[in-house]
């Protein structure tokens, strides 16, 4: 993993959401990933397995999420993305701060910050 490979596998999966695409979505996660992902919400609970999380996103909001990409910064193997979240056919927006972490080979650990309220 590099910062290009990075910055391409971010842009992907919020691309393949927004198109409504979820092979491209989970694909574009097994590629970046294949050897284990971990998804954490913070402030809700422990990290875990996260291949049924990612189907749980996209089952429970891809039909009423669009994602706009506000700001993405890469610092090695780990990235930083701020993304406004929102809600199909409303003025409604939620904000999220995602941490990815890609430090260890072929494994990918994801922080999700959701703004409340």
Not at 18 to 25: H, M
Not at 29 to 37: E, F, I, N, S, V
């Amino acid at each position: 993993m590099d910062a290009s490979t990075i910055q391409a596998f971010l842009h992907a999966q919020v691309q393949a959401w927004n198109a409504g695409d979820k092979d491209g979505f989970i694909g574009a996660y097994r590629q970046a990933a294949p050897d284990g992902l971990q998804i954490e919400y913070v402030g809700r609970g422990p990290a875990g397995d996260g291949w049924p999380v990612l189907e749980g996103m996209w089952s429970q909001q891809s039909a009423k999420i669009e994602i706009e990409e506000v700001l993405l910064v890469v610092n090695g193997l780990e990235a930083a993305c701020h993304n406004r979240n929102k809600v199909r056919g409303t003025a409604i927006a939620i904000e999220t701060i995602e941490l990815y972490d890609f430090r260890t080979p072929g494994r990918l650990a994801v922080r999700y910050f959701i703004k409340q309220g």
